[in-house]
């Protein structure tokens, strides 16, 4: 395994460890009864992931840990430990190297890093590494405001500068592909829907929109990520004139400087009624993959769709799945990774989708579980973070 300055598994050495920083394995996933139905669809028959025990309890809904890859074989996990307050508390933890054939053996993982150390994040809305492997930023509540820990070499904290971010509440994070900018799309204090470039290492705002579109009586932010040349795309639900708060699902595209890139672009133009979108993500060529729901709660159905700059493709719909948690993709942008819960019963579950071809594939992850978030490494290596028989968990599924 490889030594870094600060990376969160040579910190954790260096660190006065929490006595959570001893790992356990808890085992394979929870096998599935024989019998049970099927709500999504039935897994192709293969290796079972590994399950390693997060230090911590999980939240009452469901969330465990944000994650992120580091270099092409480890992973990072930033805990979203419940709190007091109604709120989450995050501390980094360096999990290492975890395959489906288990943990590495590493003597420095997995392991919390001491609050001496680096300090814990409120509300942490993002863990990501940069381009160099070696940095890695946390995004969330930094002592009172919306900011960042770096991690190099030592622990910067950064408060983000803006109006925008006092106060506000459901916010998305992404960190572009240099590192150098932290996208955040807020819904600020007055409920206006607000996409935001700010230093990563400063703070300052580079750049701040808001997000209007002509017919609709506002803008609910949903998510962001980021395009592989600068800038970002970002999906909201637009809520229109009539009853009962119908909403259209729509996507846009933004350069570095936040400059609108073309037309927003509705993610189910064949749904008059309602629909929301989830998750968003940008595959190497520049198409948006976005998680996309039409109808309401007790009828609702996920969609998978792509989006270029005017066409918008369904890729799968799933009926049966329900409570998405994490999404992400491939760095090849031919696989995307969705961990669901399954209508009906309790099964955490990842969906795999092969977005060439049209078609998906299952992993079961626990019979008893939720689920949280998704990672994918440039070598393929896929971790999904939540909670099975009320432990916080990590799966490594490939």
């Given amino acids: 395994m490889r030594t870094r300055s600060l990376s969160v598994a040579g910190a954790c050495a260096a660190a006065l460890l929490l006595t959570a920083c001893t790992h356990e394995t808890a085992g394979s996933a929870t096998p599935r009864g024989v019998d049970a139905p099927r709500a999504v669809p039935t897994p192709t028959p293969g290796p079972d ?3 390693v025990r997060l230090p911590g309890p999980p939240t009452e809904n469901g969330r465990a840990a944000l994650l992120a890859p580091q270099g092409d074989d480890e992973v990072v996990a930033l805990l979203r430990e419940p709190t007091d307050e109604a709120g989450y508390l995050g501390a ?3 999990l290492g190297l975890i395959t489906p054939e288990g943990p590495g053996s590493g003597p420095d993982e997995p392991g919390v890093l001491d ?5 814990a994040v409120g509300d942490p809305v993002l863990v990501a590494t940069g381009p160099d492997g070696e940095t890695t930023v946390l995004v969330g509540d930094v002592g009172g405001a919306i900011g960042a820990l770096v991690l190099t070499d030592s622990v910067v904290t950064v408060p983000f500068r803006s109006p925008a971010l006092v106060g506000a509440q459901e916010v998305d994070a992404v960190l572009s592909p240099d590192g150098e900018v932290v996208y955040l799309l807020v819904r600020t204090a007055a409920d206006l829907a607000v996409l935001l470039a700010v230093g990563t290492l400063d703070g300052q705002v580079r750049a701040e929109v808001e997000l209007t579109r002509p017919g609709g009586t506002r803008v609910v ?6 395009l592989p040349d600068g800038g970002v795309v970002t999906t909201a639900d637009v809520v229109v004139p009539g009853g009962e708060d119908d909403s259209t699902a729509v996507l846009a595209r933004w350069d570095a400087g936040l400059a609108p890139i073309g037309e927003q672009v509705e993610l189910a133009p064949d749904e008059d009624a309602y629909s929301t979108t989830f998750e968003v993500a940008v595959l190497a060529d520049g198409t948006a993959v976005a998680l996309v729901a039409t109808g309401r709660v007790a009828g609702q159905v996920l969609r998978l769709v792509t989006a270029t700059a005017d066409v918008v493709t369904t890729v799968e719909e799933l009926p049966e799945a329900i409570d998405p948690g994490g999404y992400a993709v491939d760095a090849a942008g031919a696989t995307a990774y969705l961990a669901v819960r399954e209508r009906g019963a309790p099964y955490a579950t990842l969906v795999v989708a092969d977005l060439g071809a049209g078609t998906t594939d299952t992993v079961d992850l626990c019979r008893e579980g939720a689920v949280d978030d998704v990672a994918v490494a440039a070598d393929g290596g ?6 099975c028989d009320d432990d916080a968990v990590v799966w490594a599924v490939r």
């Fill in 221 to 226: 932010p949903r998510a962001l990520a980021a």
């Fill in 382 to 387: 896929v971790w999904v973070s939540g909670v």
């Fill in 92 to 94: 980094l933890v360096s």
């Fill in 49 to 51: 992931p590994s399950t």
């Fill in 115 to 119: 609050e001496s150390v680096v300090p």
